[in-house]
């Protein structure tokens, strides 16, 4: 097939069987957007790339495969790069394809439009792998590694940049022989199995510790079929949220923190099984989290097996194949335990909720899980009441709460869902945002409008950046600076949009404004007044 480059990108996303590419054109990607034209790819019209990064993120979260995003030279990879962080740092596999200036200017900036001084550096600096076409036969192979390496092992961003003579350039290309990557499962190393099992067999308390790893191998089933046959305490990560459902007895959730009930059990534990988490700082509070000298890691990434909390035993491998072979092992020599009882595990988690961190705002996330069902997407922003969430709102099935947790970047939230709603059309999608955060990325709101994307906005208003302001008023004596904002009449700029908006006072409130938005085509603004104390 000979063709031009910017047919070569989007032939082949098509053999990939890519379904959806978000982003802007420019003058610089043009020859692709022209291939879009006659293509089955949909494309969303983003308003900003930031937002087009993370609608892409938002897709690949729930749907587990690779969301794709186009963006032009210069100003569209920078606009991109934040939200391209925040899919490195929490494991999301998103595609960026971005043109650049005819490989002749390069890097000598001469003053060319969109003129990047090292742009394939900025996206090697915060992606898994970076490279650049140099020829439109290229083109297929390097689209065809983004998306396997985006996928392969530990999901992570990818980056494919085109100059613009090579997007404008005629070659040969051969897609007979492209086939779309299946996602390597590589399977545990059977005497490591082995080494599990003899630990297993040596222990009486044991707590399963589930990480993002855990939920992007899809092994809810095998996973709570291993904490009932062990006994196990079962405890998550941020990102671990919904890797066994929330309300199965043994599973206490995100509720950790020092000094808690939660903490207090783990102290009597004899093996920690952690499945697929880095134990990050943040969710172990630098380590604080108190796990048994006696630890099995299971995760795909090597080098993080080995960074925090050294294993007694380390297996490398995905973490479903591994949490079945651990299981079929255990049943071929019969081997279970009691383990904690699950009235012990239940009052430890009622204590630790009442003690949790944002138990006054709980009610508010109380209300947003009654109007969900059980597979309803709830995707936060990094704002205080997503705080409260991450201890008070029971998750029960994987990729169904959507938090940036790595990066912590604002304005997630609203793009993110966007990027949900559109991977997943048939689901429930809520966005719970702040007033700060929501005008990072409130522009959005014409792309949902645009291409109707039913999604409710929880937009939760104190009129401040609260989060920053109670840092101020606890380690700088109250001396607070530029975090009280003078917002826009939320309710005014819903209807600028043409779309409806309300504003609620109470739980109950909310929860039948969610209720009434979730069957509208077009999103929902709902404006919830709250003030939260600071210091």
Same mark, same amino acid.
């Given at each position: 097939?000979?063709? =031009?480059?910017?047919?070569?990108?989007?032939?082949?996303?098509?053999?990939?069987?890519?379904?959806?590419?978000?982003?802007?054109?420019?003058?610089?990607?043009?020859?692709?957007y022209?291939?879009?034209?006659?293509?089955? #790819?949909?494309?969303?019209?983003?308003?900003?790339?930031?937002?087009?990064?993370?609608?892409?993120?938002?897709?690949?979260?729930?749907?587990?495969?690779?969301?794709?995003?186009?963006? %032009?030279?210069?100003?569209?990879?920078?606009?991109?790069?934040?939200?391209?962080?925040?899919?490195?740092?929490?494991?999301?596999p998103?595609?960026? #394809?971005?043109s650049?200036?005819?490989?002749?200017?390069?890097?000598?900036?001469? /003053?060319?439009?969109?003129?990047?001084?090292?742009?394939?550096?900025?996206?090697?600096?915060?992606?898994a792998?970076?490279?650049?076409?140099?020829?439109?036969?290229?083109?297929?192979?390097?689209?065809?590694?983004?998306?396997?390496?985006?996928?392969?092992?530990?999901?992570?961003?990818?980056?494919?940049?085109?100059?613009?003579?090579?997007?404008?350039?005629?070659?040969?290309?051969?897609?007979?022989?492209?086939?779309?990557?299946?996602?390597?499962?590589?399977?545990?190393?059977?005497?490591?199995?082995?080494?599990?099992?003899?630990? #297993?067999?040596?222990?009486? $308390?044991?707590?399963?510790?589930?990480?993002?790893?855990?939920?992007?191998?899809?092994?809810?089933?095998?996973?709570?079929?291993?904490?009932?046959?062990?006994?196990?305490?079962? %405890?998550?990560?941020?990102q671990?949220?919904?890797?066994?459902?929330?309300?199965?007895? =043994?599973?206490?959730?995100n509720?950790?923190?020092?000094?808690?009930?939660?903490?207090?059990?783990?102290?009597?534990?004899?093996?920690?099984?952690?499945?697929?988490?880095?134990?990050?700082?943040?969710?172990?509070?630098?380590?604080?989290?108190?796990?048994?000298?006696?630890?099995?890691?299971?995760?795909?990434?090597?080098? +993080?097996?080995?960074?925090?909390y050294?294993?007694?035993?380390?297996?490398?491998?995905?973490?479903?194949?591994?949490?079945?072979?651990?299981?079929?092992?255990?049943?071929?020599?019969?081997?279970?335990?009691?383990?904690?009882?699950?009235?012990?595990?239940?009052?430890?988690?009622?204590?630790?909720?009442?003690?949790?961190?944002?138990?006054?705002?709980?009610?508010?996330?109380?209300?947003?899980?009654?109007?969900?069902?059980?597979? /309803?997407?709830?995707?936060?922003?990094?704002?205080?009441?997503?705080?409260? /969430?991450?201890?008070?709102?029971?998750?029960?099935?994987?990729?169904?709460?959507?938090?940036?947790?790595?990066?912590?970047?604002?304005?997630?939230?609203v793009?993110?869902? #966007?990027?949900?709603? %559109?991977?997943?059309p +048939?689901?429930?999608?809520?966005?719970?945002?702040g007033?700060?955060?929501?005008?990072?990325?409130?522009?959005?709101?014409?792309?949902?409008?645009?291409?109707?994307?039913?999604?409710?906005?929880?937009?939760?208003?104190?009129?401040?950046? &609260?989060?920053?302001?109670?840092?101020?008023?606890?380690?700088?004596?109250?001396?607070?600076?530029?975090?009280?904002?003078?917002?826009?009449?939320?309710? =005014?700029?819903?209807?600028?949009?043409?779309?409806?908006?309300? $504003?609620?006072?109470?739980?109950?409130?909310?929860?039948?404004?969610?209720?009434?938005a979730?069957?509208?085509?077009?999103? &929902?603004v709902?404006?919830?007044?709250?003030?939260?104390?600071?210091?």
């Amino acid at each position: 097939m000979r063709v =031009r480059g910017g047919e070569a990108v989007v032939r082949t996303l098509e053999r990939l069987g890519v379904e959806c590419v978000f982003g802007i054109p420019g003058v610089h990607t043009l020859e692709i957007y022209d291939a879009l034209v006659e293509s089955p #790819i949909r494309h969303v019209l983003a308003r900003h790339e930031q937002g087009a990064g993370f609608m892409a993120d938002g897709y690949a979260r729930v749907s587990g495969k690779p969301g794709v995003a186009i963006v %032009i030279t210069g100003p569209g990879v920078t606009n991109i790069a934040t939200a391209i962080g925040e899919a490195y740092a929490d494991s999301s596999p998103v595609v960026v #394809i971005a043109s650049n200036v005819e490989r002749a200017w390069q890097g000598r900036m001469l /003053g060319h439009l969109h003129d990047c001084k090292d742009q394939l550096g900025i996206m090697r600096a915060l992606t898994a792998w970076a490279e650049q076409a140099r020829s439109v036969a290229e083109v297929p192979e390097l689209v065809r590694l983004a998306y396997a390496r985006a996928l392969g092992g530990r999901p992570r961003p990818t980056h494919v940049e085109i100059p613009l003579d090579v997007l404008r350039g005629v070659g040969e290309i051969d897609l007979a022989s492209l086939e779309p990557p299946v996602p390597a499962r590589p399977e545990p190393d059977s005497a490591a199995i082995e080494f599990a099992v003899a630990a #297993i067999e040596r222990s009486e $308390r044991i707590v399963l510790y589930c990480g993002g790893g855990a939920v992007a191998s899809g092994a809810e089933e095998e996973l709570t079929e291993l904490a009932d046959r062990l006994g196990a305490v079962v %405890i998550t990560s941020l990102q671990g949220k919904g890797a066994v459902p929330e309300d199965h007895p =043994r599973c206490l959730g995100n509720l950790w923190e020092p000094d808690n009930a939660v903490d207090r059990l783990l102290r009597r534990a004899d093996l920690a099984l952690i499945v697929g988490s880095k134990l990050g700082a943040q969710d172990t509070q630098n380590g604080r989290l108190p796990l048994p000298a006696r630890r099995v890691r299971v995760d795909i990434d090597a080098q +993080e097996v080995l960074r925090q909390y050294s294993p007694t035993i380390p297996i490398v491998a995905d973490a479903r194949a591994t949490v079945r072979a651990l299981r079929e092992a255990l049943a071929t020599r019969g081997v279970s335990r009691a383990g904690w009882a699950i009235e012990e595990l239940q009052d430890c988690k009622r204590a630790a909720l009442r003690q949790a961190w944002g138990a006054p705002q709980a009610v508010w996330l109380h209300a947003i899980r009654a109007a969900l069902p059980r597979d /309803g997407i709830l995707v936060n922003d990094m704002t205080m009441m997503a705080y409260v /969430g991450n201890r008070h709102y029971p998750v029960y099935r994987p990729r169904t709460y959507l938090f940036p947790t790595g990066y912590g970047t604002l304005g997630f939230a609203v793009p993110a869902a #966007i990027g949900a709603k %559109i991977a997943r059309p +048939e689901a429930n999608v809520v966005a719970l945002v702040g007033d700060g955060g929501f005008q990072f990325t409130m522009q959005e709101l014409g792309t949902a409008v645009q291409f109707a994307v039913g999604v409710p906005i929880v937009l939760f208003n104190d009129a401040s950046y &609260t989060a920053v302001k109670d840092e101020q008023a606890r380690s700088y004596r109250r001396r607070f600076i530029a975090v009280d904002l003078v917002n826009p009449d939320f309710q =005014r700029l819903a209807a600028a949009y043409g779309v409806p908006a309300v $504003r609620v006072t109470t739980p109950e409130d909310l929860s039948e404004a969610i209720v009434t938005a979730l069957q509208r085509t077009h999103p &929902t603004v709902i404006e919830v007044p709250i003030e939260f104390p600071v210091g």
